[in-house]
């Protein structure tokens, strides 16, 4: 079984800074890319940003700039680190890893982190 576990959310006076983390967990043999995406109420769940195991990184135009995404490989963890935050980046932030588990057969996961809340007060 893997899952992912994440850290790091809370309320943030817009103009601040917060830093996420995500750590995959369990049996797994490689992980290819790790996310971060992002849903406000109402709304549908969106990419803000993503890195393969190579270190490429994407963004969504709308946190170019601000926001920064890393990963460490030993550690299976995937962070994002958040700057000049405004009150529409207030949304629930998964995380997302493409990997495989370790087992006779290897198998592919898509996994989800559990969510956490990210509020920007204006």
């Known amino acids: 079984q893997v899952q992912l576990v994440e850290s790091g959310g809370g309320l943030v006076q817009a103009g601040g800074s917060l830093r996420l983390s995500c750590a995959a967990s369990g049996s797994i043999l490689s992980i290819n890319d790790m996310g971060w995406y992002r849903q406000a109420p109402g709304k549908q769940r969106d990419l803000v940003a993503v890195?393969?195991?190579?270190?490429?990184?994407n963004y969504a135009d709308s946190v170019k700039g601000r926001f920064t995404i890393s990963r460490d490989n030993a550690k299976n963890t995937v962070y994002l680190q958040m700057n000049s935050l405004k009150p529409e980046d207030t949304a629930v932030y998964y995380c997302?890893?493409?990997?495989?588990?370790?087992?006779?057969?290897?198998?592919?996961?898509?996994?989800w982190g559990q969510g956490t809340q990210v509020t920007v007060s204006s």
């Open positions: 890195i393969s195991n190579g270190g490429s990184a």
């Open positions: 997302n890893a493409k990997l495989y588990g370790s087992g006779f057969i290897p198998k592919f996961y898509d996994v």
